[in-house]
């Protein structure tokens, strides 16, 4: 039989967590979200040399009766006294009577020292933290507060857990800035910041790992060691470290071995699959969805209002974005031309109507008569020296007849994939969703926050390939008399094209600081969650200049 609900056994790791910030306690061990950065992976390298030195004997404890279980770096019997041993990285805080450790280590090393004493009953116990940094070891004895201060953290633990929602960021700003967690938290987004105050960089600017795409009909991607080796049908094998990719993609006819999947599923590393015309069937997600963070999502968009208030954001957000677009891209070209004029001022129109809509058909009734402004108006965007097969005539798709519409929804299915990507990635359902009713294979969550990336990721560097006359109308695309592809070369040159456009940063209107916009998607599938836990207010509110 399991364990009474709030009666599981808290990791002892944990209890340093919770002294340091109770919300980074909740995300790591009730969310399960657990971010290796820079700093933890110098702890795991220190842990290794102790043990390479002979000097570490790690010890794995629990108690039920404490209700605490982990491993302790080292326990030993000096002159009588059963010494507890922590190991830390860093250096010892400061004293009136010199060094002393850190509130969290001196929990955790108690907490260890509780477990040593029932596991070795009877004489005296003392704490010892050693702080590599400085060389210095912090001693204390497991004194009857120090005792009480875990009972009553082992406590806290169990309350928070049984919790459906995250404890509020914490009010120590400083501490923000060294948590691993910080950049899934996004404390500085939460908290009110006068108006044109700087919020400081904790959501980082970019990934600096690949997406690896692989485009080759009858591919096979393996597995060696830590590498992922992808195989041509003719040709030599590629191999590429797995700590550099994000997300494998193949496109078509490609293998990817049990051995592979296992690989990227264990590195947290998305693996999606496209068709060979360029559709999106669905992908394997490399993080996971905690029950808690998904309830949450459920209940808030159960609610119709709530749906519509997110909605009418979302599609003013789009629809500024076409408005914005047009007027940059016809800059200094007389705004007489009638079909550029015209969607201008019908789309300055419709923008108050996006908040004003009263139900979500209506507000895809604004959102229809804005598409349909802005795609008469975007041919104008091509220059007059433009290949007449490279032309746009209007949207149409399933499938594309014409070569713009080839490329634009070739895509726009890379867009999609990058939202779904990191929807499953932040924890969430790509199934339900605000705004899109569900239908095919396609989550409506995706589709309805790419809508908000169509513009910038796609038809800006689009139609500015296209007046570079970066596309050849013959080798670039297949023809049928049904419709069109995009050949080998044509999707090679489509994927880099977007890639591209993903590393180019962008400074966001409302935060203040720069990302990528790869890095963009993240972060409004992250400030879509704080609409219902946390600050709400920040979704859908960049904008293009």
Not at 151 to 179: D, F, N, Q, S
Not at 520 to 528: D, F, H, I, P, S
Request: hydrophobic share 40%.
């Amino acid at each position: 039989m399991g364990a009474e609900p709030g009666t599981e056994s808290i990791r002892v790791h944990a209890l340093h967590a919770l002294a340091y910030c109770e919300r980074l306690f909740y995300l790591e061990e009730v969310e399960e979200i657990r971010v290796a950065d820079a700093a933890v992976y110098a702890g795991r390298r220190l842990h290794v040399e102790l043990a390479e030195d002979g000097e570490r004997v790690e010890l794995e404890l629990a108690s039920e009766a404490l209700g605490l279980h982990g491993k302790v770096d080292a326990v030993r019997r000096r002159d009588g006294v059963l010494v507890v041993y922590e190991h830390k990285r860093g250096r010892p805080a400061q004293g009136k009577q010199g060094p002393e450790a850190w509130p969290s280590d001196r929990l955790q090393a108690g907490a260890y020292a509780l477990l040593a004493e029932e596991r070795f009953p009877g004489g005296p116990i003392e704490c010892r933290v050693r702080y590599h940094q400085q060389d210095t070891t912090v001693r204390f004895p497991l004194d009857e507060p120090l005792r009480q201060q875990v009972r009553e953290a082992v406590a806290r633990a169990r309350t928070l857990r049984a919790r459906p929602a995250r404890p509020p960021v914490t009010a120590e700003e400083r501490k923000c800035a060294r948590c691993s967690l910080a950049p899934v938290c996004l404390p500085e987004e939460e908290r009110v910041k006068p108006a044109g105050e700087p919020r400081p960089r904790l959501f980082p600017e970019d990934d600096t790992r690949q997406v690896l795409h692989v485009t080759v009909p009858g591919s096979r991607v393996g597995r060696e060691a830590e590498q992922l080796v992808v195989a041509p049908p003719e040709g030599e094998e590629v191999r590429v470290p797995v700590r550099t990719v994000s997300a494998l993609i193949a496109h078509g006819a490609v293998q990817v071995s049990a051995q592979a999947l296992g690989l990227c599923v264990h590195n947290a590393i998305g693996v999606h699959w496209f068709t060979a015309g360029g559709r999106y069937l669905g992908g394997l997600g490399g993080g996971g969805g905690n029950v808690q963070r998904r309830l949450r999502q459920y209940e808030a968009l159960r609610q119709e209002q709530v749906c519509l208030a997110l909605a009418r954001r979302l599609v003013l957000a789009k629809v500024d974005g076409q408005l914005r677009f047009l007027l940059r891209a016809s800059r200094g070209e007389p705004e007489a031309r009638s079909d550029v004029a015209v969607a201008l001022r019908d789309l300055r129109a419709l923008l108050p109507r996006c908040l004003e809509a009263g139900s979500l058909d209506s507000l895809r009734g604004v959102e229809g008569a804005a598409a349909a402004r802005y795609f008469g108006a975007l041919p104008s965007l091509l220059g007059e020296d433009v290949d007449a097969r490279m032309r746009f005539d209007g949207r149409n798709r399933r499938p594309p007849r014409d070569r713009f519409n080839a490329v634009l929804g070739f895509l726009y299915n890379l867009v999609h994939r990058e939202v779904e990507a990191a929807i499953i990635a932040v924890g969430l359902d790509p199934a339900f969703g605000f705004y899109h009713q569900p239908r095919s294979s396609a989550g409506p969550l995706g589709l309805d926050l790419m809508e908000q990336f169509r513009v910038p990721l796609v038809d800006m560097p689009l139609v500015a390939s296209i007046n570079r006359k970066a596309w050849d109308p013959e080798a670039d695309f297949e023809l049928t008399p049904e419709h069109v592809w995009l050949s080998k070369a044509g999707r090679a040159k489509a994927i880099e094209l977007y890639e591209r456009r993903k590393r180019e940063t962008w400074k966001h209107n409302v935060l203040g600081y720069s990302l990528s916009y790869a890095r963009m998607v993240e972060l409004e599938v992250r400030l879509l969650e704080k609409e219902w836990t946390g600050s709400p207010g920040l979704f859908a509110k960049f904008r293009l200049r």
